[in-house]
């Protein structure tokens, strides 16, 4: 791989740790428009991993050490085949419902939350739970609490099916209605027009979530907005950096399982945004070479429950054809940082008051 500029905008902060590797032997910032026949790779960043699916992943690991094989997990922790099947070799047994777990083990449940009915049938399972919800994703699931206390009919912006949707549908079922983009606005029906609030599961495209919302608003022109975006952080930071790179790609790929919302999102993002093609890849060996004809420049990023390994191996695929030239497109920054779930704070905590005592 040679060079690595950072294309930062001049106000910019501090580059992301992930990247400080590339970016230390880093030239200086190429033109916008590449030589013609040059083959290079804009790499966007902020991508990959996210604060809560680092926090859940770590949360697995560090239950393992702590106590021990197996220890069951609802659902998988995170969308991406490649953590689940390396916390499958760890000793992580996946379960699709709390039921399957054996009476008295560890049950973690994933970033994506779940409702209060599974925490009830884990007590009545006698089940010892590890709650690794993701912070942002609780802070929707009390909004979506307040506001059902308050009577509103609460529309939530989101994809049916999704665990994330259920499990904050499950938190006020009698006021949620799901809202699947904006063609499903025409079948909302709320009690009261002038008591309704939007709220939105977490990994949208931000740009079709406010289509929706401007169509809802159209509809009921007192409705009330959440106090502080429900989309999260991650999820616009990396659509915000795919935006920026789709506009030079030629093909962009991006780095995710299928199943994975944030990922699927960034293809779709990347595409409505002047990239002429675009994949999503679990990993190098998905990429089809018939994609790379007749393209200069690649654009690539990863969804948020990505490791930065897959990306590794996607840029190696990639020198080894001739795309060995990249350069870092990173429009924001990012630094955000989840602690652990609390129930294993309190276990590492005591652990280490044991072992200083003795
Ligand atoms: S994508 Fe956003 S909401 Fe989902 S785990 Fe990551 S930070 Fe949390």
Same mark, same amino acid.
């Given at each position: 791989?040679?060079?690595?500029?950072?294309?930062?905008?001049?106000?910019?902060?501090?580059?992301?740790?992930?990247?400080?590797?590339?970016?230390?032997?880093?030239?200086?910032?190429?033109?916008?428009?590449?030589?013609?026949?040059?083959?290079?790779?804009?790499?966007?960043?902020?991508?990959?991993?996210?604060?809560?699916?680092?926090?859940?992943?770590?949360?697995?690991?560090?239950?393992?050490?702590?106590?021990?094989?197996?220890?069951?997990?609802?659902?998988?922790?995170?969308?991406?085949?490649?953590?689940?099947?390396?916390?499958?070799?760890?000793?992580?047994?996946?379960?699709?419902?709390?039921?399957?777990?054996?009476?008295?083990?560890?049950?973690?449940?994933?970033?994506?939350?779940?409702?209060?009915?599974?925490?009830?049938?884990?007590?009545?399972?006698?089940?010892?739970?590890?709650?690794?919800?993701?912070?942002?994703?609780?802070?929707?699931?009390?909004?979506?609490?307040?506001?059902?206390?308050?009577?509103?009919?609460?529309?939530?912006?989101?994809?049916?099916?999704?665990?994330?949707? #259920? *499990?904050? &549908?499950?938190? !006020?079922?009698?006021?949620?209605? +799901? %809202? /699947? @983009?904006?063609?499903?606005?025409?079948?909302?029906?709320?009690?009261?027009?002038?008591?309704?609030?939007?709220?939105?599961?977490?990994?949208?495209?931000?740009?079709?979530?406010?289509?929706?919302?401007?169509?809802?608003?159209?509809?009921?022109?007192?409705?009330?907005?959440?106090?502080?975006?429900?989309?999260?952080?991650?999820?616009?930071?990396?659509?915000?950096?795919?935006?920026?790179?789709?506009?030079?790609?030629?093909?962009?790929?991006?780095?995710?399982?299928?199943?994975?919302?944030?990922?699927?999102?960034?293809?779709?993002?990347?595409?409505?945004?002047?990239?002429?093609?675009?994949?999503?890849?679990?990993?190098?060996?998905?990429?089809?070479?018939?994609?790379?004809?007749?393209?200069?420049? #690649? *654009?690539? &990023?990863?969804? !948020?429950?990505?490791?930065?390994? +897959? %990306? /590794? @191996?996607?840029?190696?695929?990639?020198?080894?054809?001739?795309?060995?030239?990249?350069?870092?497109?990173?429009?924001?920054?990012?630094?955000?940082?989840?602690?652990?779930?609390?129930?294993?704070?309190?276990?590492?905590?005591?652990?280490?008051?044991?072992?200083?005592?003795?």
């Amino acid at each position: 791989m040679t060079g690595t500029p950072d294309r930062r905008p001049a106000d910019a902060p501090e580059s992301a740790a992930s990247d400080s590797a590339r970016e230390a032997d880093a030239p200086e910032a190429t033109s916008e428009s590449p030589a013609p026949g040059r083959r290079r790779v804009l790499l966007a960043a902020p991508r990959g991993y996210c604060a809560g699916v680092d926090r859940a992943v770590i949360a697995v690991e560090k239950a393992l050490e702590q106590y021990g094989a197996p220890i069951y997990v609802r659902h998988e922790i995170v969308h991406n085949k490649y953590v689940v099947q390396t916390l499958e070799k760890k000793g992580a047994i996946f379960v699709e419902e709390t039921d399957e777990v054996p009476q008295g083990e560890i049950v973690i449940f994933s970033a994506h939350g779940v409702a209060p009915t599974v925490h009830e049938e884990a007590r009545r399972g006698k089940l010892a739970t590890i709650d690794a919800t993701c912070p942002l994703v609780t802070k929707v699931h009390k909004e979506a609490v307040r506001y059902a206390k308050e009577d509103y009919d609460i529309l939530l912006i989101g994809h049916e099916g999704h665990e994330e949707v #259920i *499990g904050t &549908s499950g938190e !006020a079922p009698d006021h949620i209605t +799901l %809202v /699947d @983009g904006p063609k499903d606005v025409e079948n909302v029906e709320v009690r009261d027009p002038d008591k309704v609030v939007w709220l939105s599961q977490t990994t949208l495209s931000v740009d079709e979530t406010m289509e929706t919302v401007d169509a809802l608003k159209n509809r009921y022109p007192n409705l009330l907005s959440p106090p502080s975006d429900d989309i999260c952080y991650a999820t616009q930071n990396r659509q915000t950096a795919i935006k920026q790179v789709a506009a030079e790609a030629d093909l962009v790929l991006v780095v995710g399982s299928k199943n994975s919302s944030n990922s699927v999102r960034l293809v779709e993002t990347a595409l409505s945004h002047g990239a002429k093609d675009g994949h999503l890849v679990d990993n190098a060996d998905e990429i089809d070479e018939a994609w790379l004809e007749g393209v200069s420049t #690649i *654009g690539l &990023s990863s969804g !948020a429950s990505v490791p930065e390994v +897959l %990306v /590794d @191996g996607v840029l190696e695929w990639l020198a080894e054809r001739g795309w060995d030239d990249v350069e870092i497109v990173k429009p924001v920054d990012e630094h955000m940082q989840f602690s652990l779930p609390k129930e294993l704070r309190r276990d590492l905590r005591s652990e280490a008051a044991e072992k200083l005592r003795a």
